[in-house]
């Protein structure tokens, strides 16, 4: 197989897995069995018109052209010309589905539905980066550039995943870049003929230098391919002992709000208003949780996540808190004071493993919270939130709640609310346009306090100011986005509970917007389960002896608490009432794990919930001893490894032109000297076909010959590459020549590399060698010139990463081999006798 076409099926291979990271954002993903044939078809035009052979440019056009013609094929063949060829209906149809396809992403949430126009998305997508990853691999011959279309489409499947983009799609789209490296090496290496290593197998490898007589790979491609694998796995591993910087959105597939908080103290969280109308819109519904609970009522049981406090004028915002563990009993919740009747409810709930949330679903107030797993608590909204990437996932969790039932009375009469929740739960922004205030005071005209204020609010929006349900409007909550939406009077919870509590605010009422669920609809045996189409939002507004008070101004969802209507019931216990296990409507608060229960009712623990672990939580005391060394050796390592290739040819440069305690002569040829760091260094670049077979040398002679090495190594990182081929004399003509060393101010430098060059072959050829000094002198002089004579961008190559220092890796190589062959005579010598014995005891036993 030639090069090219190696090259050509690398660039396929890496491209298709790339894109696999694309595959979770969709259902079905056979899309991309689809995109992998396409592509096939574009790499083999690609292939043929480059054996005819066809300008680049022309070969790239060519499969452009190619690559138009299929998608029409696909996607526009009614109206094409001929099935094929796209017309001026094609164009149109073409435009019309990619519209749609950017209306369905912005509609639905992630896995969307494979429609047509996100299908033409991803297949033209990722035809397009196909054809940039072989233009730039195999048509122009550069596949390091071809990284860069392929993280990009790695990049925007992680986007649009929420950041929760798999380990293993990285490590297919990292494998595939790693095989299209491997793949250029292998045909950069073949045409460079024999790989100069200095080892005696040299001369059995064959002509194309990749090969040894065995066929297995030289040792620097086995060596490169073992870098590789190594680099790649730690890029794996290195992320996962670090602490993580991911945040969570309602939509449920993140690591969570908690993420990274470690031992903090404070938590930070997006705004998940995008993600709820996503989830609202999808068009299948899917079961995301399912809870049994003792309360006589469920139609208040709201599972509420998260409450969002800040409003800055653009959008209501979970602000950073400080968090604690999870005590073993919640505090009161603020505000509640004891003469407001309360019902304490368990509740035992199920999440399934797709539903993947940072924060814990739950009843509100929540008393008390068995879970298992890394969760924190924060007080200020009484939030349970995962810590370092904890998720919702497959998780079963028992919750003992409140059901806080003031009258409404009580209500009308609260006291003035702490001047600490006042300031905080009454902020506006100043840009607040005046009709939202001005509107809230026409609608509450008339009411004596805020209580009843607040109750003709959610009237109004609820029943009496005309306004509609729809989850197709732009779901904006900025000020803009609510005085538009007092407007058109069509939204959905979002813009409700948005504008509750901005208008209750601006009357200088404290609000603010719980997201979480509604409570969901009755299946069989006694469980409640909770779909995508019951995520919804909310306003809490506070009032001192109740503490935060659910509202309910979306028209058809959810609904009116009591104490917003007429009549509050009269049978409410004034006490927390413990569940009576033989009520027939009451839910045992451990459900029956009975031998007939299905394992999809086991699965959703309708069987009775997993006995709870001891949430061990972490201690606010700052960063961890972990995570302040895991991003110390991080910062350490970013400093060093691009410095390395300077540090060990500076260290080189210092052992070739060091003292004779530097140089060993240990009965080998000057050119080898083998048991040292450097030993694969001081074999020469420019005469190393003179030096095979030379006798032992001197110390002076190893000296002129590792000086000679460095003159040659320093030519090589100023661009002038080595010539085996060459004797010392036509290397330095050489050096001379390529390096401009022969003008008159560089006249110094040429002498430098000529007396070298002769003082190399006085070592090679004299029968009794003289006394070279100033060795080190002349290799200064060329080293300067030849930085004199160069480009500011060259010195700056020469100097950061030398040509040179793949030295290195040929050195490793070489030693790699070296114990590869003792292992291999080790093993032999240890097994030669077995299997002699074994052979005669088969000859004897027949």
Request: aromatic letters at 6%; a positive charge; one cysteine or more.
């Amino acid at each position: 197989m030639s090069g090219r076409t190696r090259l050509a099926l690398c660039a396929f291979a890496a491209t298709v897995l790339a894109s696999g990271a694309l595959s979770p954002l969709v259902e079905p993903a056979t899309w991309i069995l689809l995109a992998a044939l396409l592509v096939g078809v574009q790499s083999g035009i690609g292939a043929l018109t480059r054996r005819v052979p066809l300008a680049r440019p022309l070969t790239v056009a060519v499969q452009a052209v190619v690559a138009v013609l299929l998608l029409t094929l696909c996607f526009a063949r009614e109206q094409a010309l001929l099935g094929v060829v796209p017309g001026p209906d094609a164009w149109m149809h073409f435009g019309d589905l990619l519209s749609s396809g950017v209306a369905d992403v912005g509609r639905y949430a992630a896995p969307a539905p494979a429609t047509e126009g996100i299908k033409l998305m991803l297949v033209g997508g990722v035809l397009l980066i196909g054809l940039l990853v072989d233009a730039l691999a195999v048509t122009f011959r550069s596949a390091a550039p071809a990284g860069l279309p392929l993280l990009a489409l790695y990049s925007v499947a992680a986007a649009l995943s929420g950041g929760d983009a798999s380990w293993l799609w990285f490590l297919l789209a990292a494998t595939g870049y790693l095989l299209l490296l491997l793949a250029e090496g292998r045909d950069r290496l073949s045409q460079w003929g024999r790989v100069f290593g200095g080892t005696p197998q040299a001369a059995s490898r064959t002509a194309g230098g990749l090969e040894p007589s065995g066929g297995g790979p030289q040792a620097p491609v086995r060596t490169g391919r073992r870098i590789g694998v190594l680099a790649l796995g730690v890029a794996l591993a290195v992320p996962a002992m670090l602490p993580a910087l991911n945040g969570g959105l309602l939509g449920g597939v993140g690591d969570g709000p908690g993420a990274g908080s470690g031992g903090g103290g404070e938590i930070s969280a997006v705004n998940p208003v995008v993600t709820l109308q996503d989830t609202l819109n999808q068009p299948e519904k899917r079961e995301w949780l399912k809870y049994k609970t003792n309360a006589p009522d469920v139609s208040g049981m709201y599972l509420r996540l998260m409450a969002l406090n800040q409003f800055d004028g653009d959008s209501w915002k979970f602000s950073k808190r400080p968090v604690t563990d999870i005590p073993e009993e919640l505090p009161t919740p603020d505000g509640l004071s004891d003469s407001v009747a309360t019902t304490e409810v368990r509740t035992n709930i199920s999440v399934a493993g797709s539903y993947r949330q940072g924060w814990l679903p739950m009843p509100f107030p929540a008393a008390k919270v068995e879970v298992g797993g890394k969760w924190r608590f924060d007080p200020a909204r009484r939030t349970i939130i995962g810590d370092h990437g904890q998720t919702t996932s497959g998780l079963q969790y028992k919750v003992t709640s409140l059901v806080v039932n003031p009258t409404r009375e009580q209500l009308a009469a609260a006291p003035r609310a702490p001047e600490a929740v006042l300031k905080e739960y009454t902020q506006v922004p100043r840009e607040l346009p005046a009709d939202v205030r001005e509107t809230a005071l026409r609608v509450t005209a008339g009411a004596s306090n805020d209580y009843e204020r607040a109750v003709r609010l959610q009237e109004w929006f609820a029943t009496k100011g005309g306004f509609r349900y729809s989850t197709r409007v732009d779901s904006g909550g900025g000020v803009e986005g609510i005085s538009r939406f007092l407007k058109s009077k069509q939204g959905f919870c979002v813009h409700f509970s948005f504008s509750m509590a901005a208008m209750a605010r601006s009357m200088g009422i404290p609000a603010r917007v719980a997201v979480g669920f509604t409570p969901g609809s009755p299946v069989t045996g006694g469980a409640i389960s909770v779909t995508n189409r019951d995520a919804h939002a909310w306003p809490e507004l506070y009032f001192e002896g109740a503490g935060w008070t659910r509202f309910e101004p979306t028209p058809t969802r959810g609904s009116a608490p009591d104490y917003t209507q007429s009549q509050t019931p009269s049978d409410t216990p004034s006490a927390p009432a413990q569940p009576d296990p033989s009520s027939p409507s009451a839910a045992p608060a451990a459900p029956s794990g009975s031998p007939s229960c299905s394992a999809q009712d086991q699965r959703l623990g309708e069987c009775g919930a997993a006995a709870p672990k001891d949430t061990t939580g972490t201690t606010d005391q700052g960063p961890s001893f972990q995570a302040v060394l895991g991003w110390s050796l991080v910062a350490v390592a970013v400093v060093l490894v691009p410095l390395m290739p300077m540090l060990w040819r500076l260290r080189a440069r210092a052992r070739r032109l060091g003292s004779d305690r530097h140089v060993r002569t240990s009965g080998k040829t000057p050119g080898r000297t083998p048991g040292t760091a450097d030993a694969p260094l001081v074999e020469p670049d420019a005469n190393s076909t003179a030096l095979q077979g030379e006798p032992d040398a001197p110390a002076a002679g190893a000296r002129t010959l590792a000086a000679w090495r460095e003159v040659c190594d320093s030519a090589w990182d100023h661009g002038i590459p080595p010539d085996d081929s060459l004797t010392p004399r036509k290397t330095a003509a050489r050096i001379v020549r390529l390096g401009r060393l022969d003008g008159s101010g560089a006249r110094d430098a040429a002498d430098a590399v000529h007396r070298m060059a002769g003082a190399v072959e006085q070592v090679l050829y004299a029968p009794a060698p003289g006394p070279v000094s100033g060795l080190a002198d002349d290799v200064r002089r060329v080293r300067s010139g030849l930085s004199a004579q160069a480009s500011r961008g060259i010195r700056l190559r020469a100097l950061l990463l030398p040509r040179s220092s793949v030295r290195i890796v040929w050195a490793l190589a070489e030693r790699w081999a070296g114990v590869t062959e003792q292992w291999a005579a080790t093993r032999d010598r240890f097994l030669a006798p077995v299997a002699s014995r074994l052979r005669r005891l088969v000859r004897h036993g027949g």
